[in-house]
């Protein structure tokens, strides 16, 4: 399966997809941007204010790459693909920016998720988290309650019931939640 890892920066979403992948041996897991896009942090200060559209361009380039290289290296039907962010960031970031943008992955011929998993996080935990790891430029766009709001006013209206799992990361026993999460996964590929 294809299972992509989303919620706001700050909610634990590479530390579920990796402790996912560690479960879960024979599984390749990837992030976007990729390594192959490693000038994110010129792209977020320097292209946004000035060309959001180019901005949307890197960050979706950076969607069809690893969905390209998930197709052409990795039985994914076969294995399960844990990917950490991928076309609805994109499009909850640009859309929330003022842009006209669609979640469409057939018109843009990537891979479609076969299960989305949202991260929620106490919001409080989440500032304490990024305040201590150093706040990134969208991390300050989410400091306004209302920009925040809007963020996962986007996501509830882009995620699909049926294929999206919704993981409580404000729960104190972090392995145990993240084993159950992986049971569903491993039920859900059968």
Do not use: W
Request: some cysteine; hydrophobic content about 35%.
């Amino acid at each position: 399966m294809f299972i992509v890892i989303t919620g706001l920066d700050g909610s634990g979403t590479s530390t579920v997809a990796k402790r996912l992948h560690e479960l879960d041996t024979s599984s390749l897991l990837v992030h976007t941007p990729s390594i192959e896009y490693s000038n994110r942090d010129i792209i977020d200060q320097n292209v946004r204010n000035i060309s959001p559209l180019a901005h949307y361009f890197y960050y979706l380039s950076s969607v069809v790459y690893i969905s390209d290289y998930i197709k052409n290296t990795f039985d994914y039907k076969k294995n399960n693909v844990y990917c950490v962010r991928y076309l609805i960031d994109t499009i909850v970031s640009h859309k929330a920016a003022g842009l006209n943008v669609e979640l469409d992955y057939e018109h843009l011929a990537i891979l479609k998720p076969d299960k989305t998993i949202f991260v929620k996080l106490d919001e409080s935990i989440r500032q304490q988290r990024i305040t201590q790891r150093g706040k990134s430029i969208l991390d300050k766009v989410l400091d306004d309650e209302k920009k925040r709001n809007k963020f996962l006013e986007l996501f509830d209206s882009l995620l699909s019931i049926e294929d999206t799992i919704y993981f409580d990361n404000s729960k104190s026993d972090l392995s145990k939640s993240i084993l159950n999460l992986y049971e569903i996964i491993r039920k859900g590929s059968r």
